[in-house]
Structure formats: structure tokens, C-alpha cells
């Protein structure tokens, strides 16, 4: 059920800071008449995003945390429409509009869309999706999008922490590192992987999560 449950997951372009309360947001159309999709939670931004489907329609709800006020409310017919607002919504109150700071203007960012099941937050992310397959060994990407800080994702409650990077830096002929470490236990990993291939490194990410939710760390 649970390695169903992460391959059916509609991935998402997700910035730094956001929690997943809830993930049952899967690209085939829903099947029941009212359900809950997606809740993501954002302490920083004392923000939530909330995905439901109910009347053949698919609802985005944009709200603050432990307040009424309710910052958008729209619906859309298809998963389409919706996956655009979502991660439109979730790099604009990320970046810290409802704040007041300067509104998302900027195109969102070619960050790679990961499977994020519930209760992990992503702490940190810069991991492109760009595969190191594709690039020639003097391009500038190397430099700004092939570092040993591309990602952290955490589970508070397992105590849990993912870490992906590319060792050595900017080296094409380097790697991804993936580790999973428990109780800041950095000298024992859970997972300790290395892959140079991008579609790879999703699979192996899959594999990390769906393990996770059949409680095998």
C-alpha cells in the first residue's frame, strides 16, 4: 500500500520551510465526492495551504495559522489549473507575502518536484532538476547548482533527517550523496547512497520515504 501510495503522489515544486501535514494529493482525478488532499503548514509564514475535492471540483484554500483570515480561496475544474496556483501559492507565502514583503515576480524556480509524504518539513532546498547526464563539464551549472548543500528534509517526530548533496562540489565527475541519519547520528546512517543519475536519485528518494511510512527506521 505504501510504495502505492508514494509512486501515485503528484510531486511538487516546494520551497524551505514547509511542513506536510496531510499528502493524499494523487495525479489520477479523485474518485470520492469529498475528501481532503493536501495540507501544508508553514510556522515561519504562519500560513496553510489546504487541497480538498468536493462537488467535481478541486479547492485551494490559503489561511493563517491559528487565525480566521483567510488569504485565497479558489477552485478548478482540472489538476492541472490547481497543481499551477498550488505551487504558486506555496513559493509566493513561502517567500513571505503575507507579510508584506515583496510579492512572488520572479519565475518559481527550477527546483526538482519531490514526493513528500506527511510529517516531514523541508528545512533546506536547492536541488535543481537538472540531470549532470545532460551537461557539458565546462558549464556554469556545476558551480551554482552541484554542492554538498542541495537539500535537508527532517521528521520531528522520528527524529529523522534526509541530506542530499554532490560530492565533490562541482565536480562532473562527481555524485549525489544521499544519507539518512537518525538522532543526529552523522557517524552511523541509516542510508548511506551515491547515484549520478537525477532519475536515480528520485527513485532512491522514494524508496527512503516509503520505507519510512511502513515504520522501518
Known sequence: ?????????????????????????????????????????????????????????????????????????????????????LEYQIWSVGSGVLEGLQPLSQQIPNFLRLKIPADWTVDYITLKDTDPKTLEANEDAWLFDFNQDLLQISHKTKNLLLDVGWYPEGDPAGSYGIELIKNEDWENPLEDIMCTELKELIKQLDYIFMKEMKNEY
Not at 3 to 16: A, F, G, M, V
Not at 30 to 47: H, W
Not at 60 to 73: C, F, M, P, R, S
Open 1 to 85: 500500500m505504501e510504495r502505492d501510495h508514494i509512486s501515485q503522489l503528484q510531486p511538487l515544486k516546494i520551497c524551505n520551510g514547509w511542513s506536510v501535514v496531510l499528502n493524499n494529493l494523487c495525479s489520477e482525478k479523485r474518485m470520492q465526492e469529498k475528501c481532503e488532499l493536501l495540507i501544508l503548514q508553514n510556522e515561519k509564514r504562519k500560513a496553510f495551504i489546504k487541497v480538498s475535492y468536493e462537488n467535481n471540483q478541486y479547492h485551494i484554500k490559503v489561511a493563517g495559522l491559528k487565525t480566521d483570515k483567510i488569504y485565497e480561496d479558489e477552485s478548478f475544474d482540472e489538476i492541472d489549473q490547481l497543481l499551477e496556483e
